[in-house]
């Protein structure tokens, strides 16, 4: 089955941590570009981070930089996201995506059409 699934959200406190997986079945997730992004009910998906399959070039929204980091294990077929410094505005169901085109040179990884997705996780960010 072809599939991607998200786990790790949870509830956190402000300034705790999570650390989200995104395990591909059925297909090489390597060989792919693979975001991040979330949601929050009644408002637009963001995009929050991504990797490029060729170089592993990485993207962060300016809301996560330095705060979130995005990497892959290839022998688990997972791409991770790991959370540091949460905050209450990170609080938002978090969707893994692929997307499978060979980008132009130059082209940032948030710029793909990723059109292939998971279920989401839910983050919760509160005292």
């Known amino acids: 089955q072809v599939q991607l699934v998200e786990s790790g959200g949870g509830l956190v406190q402000p300034g705790g941590s999570l650390r989200l997986s995104c395990a591909a079945s059925?297909?090489?997730?390597?060989?792919?570009?693979v975001g991040w992004f979330r949601q929050v009910p009644g408002k637009e998906r963001e995009g929050v981070s991504c990797?490029?399959?060729?170089?592993?070039?990485?993207y962060y929204a300016d809301s996560v930089k330095g705060r979130f980091t995005i990497s892959r294990d290839d022998a688990k077929n997972t791409v991770y996201l790991k959370m540091h410094n949460l905050k209450p505005d990170d609080t938002a169901v978090y969707y893994c995506?692929?997307?499978?085109?060979?980008?132009?040179?130059?082209?940032?990884?948030?710029?793909?059409?990723?059109?292939?997705w998971g279920q989401g996780t839910q983050v919760t960010v509160s005292s």
């Open positions: 990797i490029l399959s060729a170089d592993g070039t990485t």
């Open positions: 995506a692929t997307d499978s085109s060979s980008p132009q040179i130059g082209t940032s990884c948030h710029q793909l059409p990723y059109d292939f």
């Open positions: 059925g297909f090489i997730l390597d060989y792919y570009n």
